[in-house]
């Protein structure tokens, strides 16, 4: 019955003079998610509205799921529509979708048109009372209720006629691109995805960067924080993700600093990197699944320390989430199931028995010029051989 889909947006809506930009940053995230299904669809916009209208044959509930991962959309209207061959016609055709769409009648409806063409012969409020009296003379169990009905009819007359009584919502948001672009620091943990998806609901687009430390983490640890990038990238878009070895910077702070200090003093040549990784690709922050107080290197101190070797913005959306919040919105986003595999990632290796919990910068300053004899060499030759994988 239905051919094509009517996007509702929202925050774009209120853009002004630059919404056209929002809009075709859209058009373009949607035509990217329906590449993805079997069908064929032509995406257009009109009018403040958008619409992807299939020309071919196409699963629904595939082309629904799609576009379910759009960020910008916030509802999906399956929707019949024809052209302006008048009332009868119009009504024929919403008789015929009400018998289809609902085989069972026992329901209230009121019917809300909107007349975007002014020069159709009836107005808004004819249209409801005309069709209302079709609907009940043609189905006689139906009822009228215009303050909670059942089911919302949504007539809309513009170039075309738009008839549509469901609207499944989307993911809100900004459309991805339209907010600059960010490097996102991915673990295989459970609260970097999650952070990584809600930077990108905001329009950010993403760039990833994972730290592997061969042979103590395996290559099954590397393939999950691959796989947890492309649950992301449904979301996001492309993602580069940049496979930096640290091994060696690991074992050198290891070696030359107090034990207590390793998870600070290892976040916070991290940190460095991906700085480094960002400013090459044009990222303009950086992105963590920091949450206070979670464990000891998120407590206010330990941030305040690892916060200070950066000069980009570090974006920490997930900061004020408890656990459980965290890992609702990961089975939300289906990338929990990935995160809870048990292979470990860099920064479960290299732990102290007893990690600070409240480290003071100064003497996390001093005892870094361990490294001294070895640390520019290493930072540089981490950063020339980290490997980049491209994320669809």
Do not use: W
């Not at 975007?116 to 209720?145: H, Q, T, W």
């Not at 290892?266 to 464990?295: D, W």
């Not at 290197?297 to 330990?302: A, G, K, N, V, Y």
Request: with cysteine; proline share 5%.
């Amino acid at each position: 019955m239905y051919k094509a889909f009517l996007i509702k947006y929202g925050e774009i809506g209120v853009k002004g003079k630059n919404r056209y930009l929002f809009e075709d940053a859209l058009v373009r995230q949607i035509r990217y998610a329906l590449k993805k299904t079997d069908g064929e669809f032509e995406v257009t916009k009109e009018n403040g509205r958008i619409y992807a209208t299939a020309v071919s044959d196409f699963d629904f509930d595939e082309a629904v799921e799609a576009l379910k991962t759009v960020f910008g959309i916030i509802g999906i209207c399956p929707v019949v529509q024809i052209e302006d061959n008048g009332f009868d016609d119009l009504a024929d055709t919403v008789i015929k979708y009400f018998d289809s769409a609902y085989p069972d009648k026992h329901f209230s409806f009121k019917v809300n048109a909107r007349r975007a063409r002014k020069n159709y012969p009836m107005d808004s409020m004819e249209i409801n009372m005309e069709m209302g009296g079709r609907l009940l003379d043609a189905f006689p169990e139906l009822s009228v209720d215009v303050h909670n009905p059942d089911v919302l009819l949504q007539i809309e007359i513009r170039n075309k006629i738009n008839i549509y009584s469901t609207e499944i919502p989307g993911p809100g948001g900004m459309p991805v691109g339209t907010a600059g672009k960010a490097m996102l620091l991915l673990s295989g943990g459970i609260d970097s995805p999650v952070a990584g998806y809600m930077v990108a609901k905001r329009g950010v687009e993403l760039e990833a960067t994972y730290f592997h430390a061969p042979p103590y983490t395996s290559e099954r640890a590397k393939q999950k924080v691959i796989d947890l990038a492309k649950l992301v990238a449904k979301y996001s878009g492309p993602i580069t993700l940049n496979v930096v070895n640290f091994t060696d910077i690991q074992l050198a702070i290891y070696e030359k600093c107090p034990h207590d200090e390793l998870t600070i003093i290892m976040r916070r040549y991290m940190m460095r990197i991906a700085e480094e990784l960002g400013k090459e690709s044009g990222c303009l922050g950086l992105v963590t699944g920091e949450s206070i107080g979670q464990v000891a290197s998120q407590t206010m101190h330990s941030l305040y320390c690892t916060n200070e070797v950066c000069t980009m913005p570090v974006f920490r959306p997930v900061i004020g989430f408890d656990k459980q919040e965290i890992i609702d919105l990961s089975e939300k986003i289906g990338t929990y199931e990935t995160s809870i595999q048990p292979f470990e990632d860099c920064c479960t290796i290299f732990v102290a028995k007893h990690p600070v919990t409240k480290p003071n910068l100064n003497i996390i300053q001093r005892d870094e010029h361990n490294l001294d004899d070895c640390i520019d060499e290493l930072f540089k030759t981490a950063i020339e051989t980290t490997e980049k994988i491209r994320i669809e």
